[in-house]
């Protein structure tokens, strides 16, 4: 694990260790992430702060508004800074890798049931967001999460966080700019065809390693959705609901419905065993980790 600055605390949590790996060419995460515990050691959770340049009571506005999502691939916000000087929020644990350190412990691109699997799940997700009037608004690799059972989308309101309606948002903190829809890093305000371009990129990046790769770089089966996703014209983009109907082409015929698609291709083996053995790997060693907790009376 890669150990954070051990000042130790951001708000009422010590820090455990630094969930991104930092300085060894991994793209940039839209926020510091740490795996932490509570102070008094009950609760082990992922934290999240902003990072440096980040508007910090935007970023306490985005994270509250993520509370509106109850979909399976989202963290639930347990915790959320009372104080505007000292951002951060709180989700639950559950050992999960970034998705560009699952392909560096795979040693390469995700098999294509891995891919098909990821994209079924944000596109569910991100169905149910923008039926919500809710944007993501920062779709990249470093947002997704890998956990045993399926994929999680975090870093909800990255780019308007990160700059004001109107700004050029290309080079900005935290902000994979091959992922960042053309539209929005010219300045225009983030909307759900925004997060379409940023979804192809996740699988484009997952299936290929680059963000946005030559198109025969890509599995011929995803060829033409990853191209549509990752098309300059938000207008000829699909919906999400359309890359979910898309991608449940690839379910098991046995499943009746579109959403069932998503459960049918989590099923065991849908992560390769090296990504599998690193997330168990993490769990053991946040379950061994020790923390500075006062005792009781002060001794």
Excluded: K, N
């Excluded at 702060?49 to 979909?71: H, N, S, Y």
């Excluded at 998705?99 to 079924?120: F, K, N, Q, S, Y």
């Amino acid at each position: 694990m890669t150990q954070p600055d051990r000042r130790h605390r951001i708000g009422p949590h010590d820090l455990i260790t630094r969930l991104d790996p930092t300085g060894q060419g991994f793209p940039s995460p839209p926020e510091r992430r740490f795996i932490a515990r509570t102070a008094d050691g009950d609760r082990t959770v992922l934290l999240s702060a902003p990072l440096a340049g980040i508007d910090p009571g935007r970023f306490l506005v985005e994270a509250d508004a993520a509370r509106r999502l109850q979909t399976p691939w989202v963290f639930p916000v347990i915790g959320l800074s009372p104080l505007p000087d000292e951002p951060w929020y709180a989700v639950p644990y559950l050992p999960v890798l970034p998705l560009p350190v699952a392909l560096a412990v795979h040693g390469g691109p995700l098999p294509e049931r891995t891919v098909r699997a990821i994209g079924t799940a944000l596109a569910e997700t991100l169905a149910a967001a923008h039926a919500m009037g809710v944007t993501h608004a920062g779709l990249s690799p470093a947002a997704v999460l890998l956990a045993g059972d399926g994929p999680r989308l975090t870093c909800f309101g990255a780019a308007r966080a990160a700059a004001p309606d109107g700004e050029r948002r290309t080079g900005l903190p935290g902000l994979d700019p091959g992922s960042l829809a053309p539209e929005q890093a010219s300045g225009g305000r983030p909307r759900p065809p925004g997060d379409i371009y940023g979804l192809g990129s996740v699988l484009a990046y997952a299936a290929t390693g680059h963000s946005v790769p030559d198109r025969d770089e890509l599995p011929v089966a995803l060829r033409s959705l990853i191209a549509r996703c990752l098309t300059r014209d938000p207008a000829s983009r699909p919906s999400s609901a359309d890359v979910l109907h898309e991608l449940a082409a690839f379910a098991p015929a046995s499943m009746g419905t579109v959403l069932d698609s998503t459960a049918s291709l989590l099923t065991p083996g849908w992560l390769p065993g090296r990504v599998v053995a690193a997330i168990a790997r993490q769990s053991a060693e946040v379950l061994a980790a020790e923390v500075s907790v006062p005792l009781p009376g002060g001794q």
